[in-house]
């Protein structure tokens, strides 16, 4: 669909509030690489599940606040006051069980990066699918895949929480793992791989 800008988009970038536009623009499908910020995307995807994405984009900076900027090694070492003190925020989700999760992984990426070379980013990167052909509409994106099943079980098995096959698929596409871009979005289709 094109813009008011006259540019074709993805319609979920066209349609919904300026936010989504911009996330479209600026970030969604581009390469996020790198441990910190690969577990913030996974920690946004988990506490997107059962609410839209406007919710998590809107309180995004509040939940950076909350969780120490993402810093895994800081989220790791939360106790049940830090725990308190997120959910008390009502800058954030507050949602008991999501928050614990986003301890657990912050744990879970540590004992990762001990276990395992490359650590988290090479866990989603051993797991992202060959590139395959650009969707031509909406209904031809998966919400997901074999790849993003066999990494949601990968990452359970390695400590993970709240990363069932759509959270992962999700967490693929925002991080430019797959490129689920229409075909028509030749301006931002294709942005996979690039750093």
Known sequence: MPGPD??????????????????????????????AALY?????????????WLVVLR????????????D????????????????????VVRNRAKVEAAVRNARAVLALRERAPGGL?????????PPGPAPRTPADVPAQTPASRALARRLAAAGFSFVGPRTVHALLQACGFVDDHLAACAFRRGARGAA
Do not use: M, N
């Open 6 to 35: 006259g540019v074709l988009r993805c319609p979920w970038g066209v349609t919904g509030p300026a936010d989504y536009r911009a996330y479209h623009d600026a970030e969604w499908g581009r390469p996020v690489r790198g441990e």
């Open 59 to 70: 309180k995004r900076p509040a939940l950076r606040a909350a969780f120490a900027g993402f």
């Open 72 to 91: 895994p090694e800081v989220v790791a070492g939360f106790g049940p006051d830090d725990v308190a003190r997120v959910l008390a925020d009502p800058g």
């Open 121 to 129: 980013e090479a866990l989603i990167a051993e797991g992202a699918p």
């Open 40 to 52: 913030e995307r996974l920690v946004l995807e988990g506490f997107q599940a059962g609410l839209s």
